[in-house]
């Protein structure tokens, strides 16, 4: 019935039962020429304002750099961060100015200069702000849990989620094959979400997380406290350690004692296993995430294979794709049960 004659970038109004939808111009005015019995009536319009933030950029702008403008950026929180091509950094602020206007849930827009040094975190510079606060501390909500963080001082993706969801099934499989909560250590530990899940399940009795980087540990600390506050099992204990996780196999506290480690070091965690094993229990779970070059898994997996029986431990291991990193690289999932005799 409509055919031509709906008015683009118009939003459909309700009115009582009835349903107002917007005609243009080619619209006959006559009602009863083609509308089916259906009634005109006038309305103020119902604009839907710009529908992209590039919109918003000055046209004469938008001819110009079209070709260099950000195809995606990334949300964490209320801080918006993108990274920007060289020919468009002189105008970064009337970029940031367009996302601020588009994205009435963006407080923060920030130049994402990439992930650097040991800590993985961001170089990360302000380009506009909504109101005073220009913080880039802010709050993330992931499987209904806030992770307090700041980008700029540690480190978080929240690339992995989906991961730490699947992970819980594993979780909750070795809980119940052993019988009880666990004792969880995640040395490479963030600001915290590996345990989120576990910790809200009652699914740990004692974590013990830490981070080589001294700005993670009082996130780290004040979003998993909160966690265990509220979860199923707030009796759980914490213990927060800042340092190498290549240290905890010499605290005599931590020997022997992991029924589920988390390995979460893409980059270098295979290296660190050996350095690792000791802290595991007698039937331990260990999740870890890698990159590794592309159709490496069976490598991968003959590899963990020795180092673990190199050290005395019988394993059964899992290494799969999880999704693509670069087009030589991927992330894979390691996901290793490891016994002793004893
Ligand atoms: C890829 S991030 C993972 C963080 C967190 N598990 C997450 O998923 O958001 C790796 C973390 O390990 C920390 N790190 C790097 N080298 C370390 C080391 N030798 N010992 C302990 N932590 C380290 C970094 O600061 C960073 O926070």
Not at 142 to 166: I, K, N, Q, V
Not at 306 to 327: H, N, P, Y
Request: proline letters at 5%; one cysteine or more; hydrophobic letters at 45%.
């Amino acid at each position: 019935m409509l055919a031509g004659w709906l008015a683009g970038g118009v939003g459909i109004q309700s009115d009582g039962d009835h349903r107002l939808l917007p005609l243009n111009d080619l619209a006959p005015s006559d009602a009863d020429a083609g509308f089916e019995g259906h009634t005109i009536v006038q309305r103020p319009s119902l604009e839907r304002g710009p529908q992209h933030w590039r919109e918003r950029l000055p046209p004469s702008l938008l001819t110009t750099l079209e070709p260099f403008l950000p195809a995606a950026h990334e949300v964490q929180g209320d801080v918006l961060l993108v990274k920007l091509e060289p020919e468009v950094e002189a105008h970064a602020t009337a970029i940031a100015e367009a996302m601020l206007a588009q994205f009435s849930h963006v407080r923060v827009v920030c130049v994402d200069g990439g992930v650097t040094g040991p800590f993985r975190i961001r170089d990360l510079r302000v380009l506009a702000a909504r109101g005073d606060d220009a913080s880039t501390e802010t709050t993330v909500r992931e499987h209904g849990l806030d992770y307090t963080l700041d980008p700029a001082t540690a480190y978080f993706s929240a690339r992995l989620s989906r991961e730490r969801e699947a992970a819980m099934a594993l979780i909750k499989a070795h809980q119940a094959h052993l019988g009880r909560r666990l004792v969880a250590h995640d040395p490479y530990a963030g600001v915290g979400p590996n345990l989120g899940l576990p910790l809200q399940a009652g699914a740990i009795e004692v974590a013990v997380v830490g981070d080589l980087n001294g700005q993670a540990i009082p996130y780290l600390r004040s979003n998993l406290s909160r966690i265990i506050a509220k979860s199923a099992h707030s009796e759980a204990s914490l213990v927060v350690r800042e340092g190498d996780g290549r240290e905890w196999q010499h605290d005599s506290d931590l020997q022997r004692r992991a029924d589920l480690l988390f390995v979460n070091l893409p980059h270098e965690g295979l290296d660190h296993l050996t350095d690792l094993i000791p802290l595991l229990a007698n039937d331990a779970l260990v999740l870890g995430w890698a990159v590794v070059d592309r159709h490496q898994e069976e490598i991968v997996v003959a590899r963990v294979r020795a180092v673990f029986e190199a050290a005395g431990r019988q394993v059964d291991v899992d290494v799969r794709a999880t999704k693509g990193f670069s087009t030589t690289r991927t992330m894979v999932r390691l996901v290793v049960r490891a016994t002793t005799g004893s």
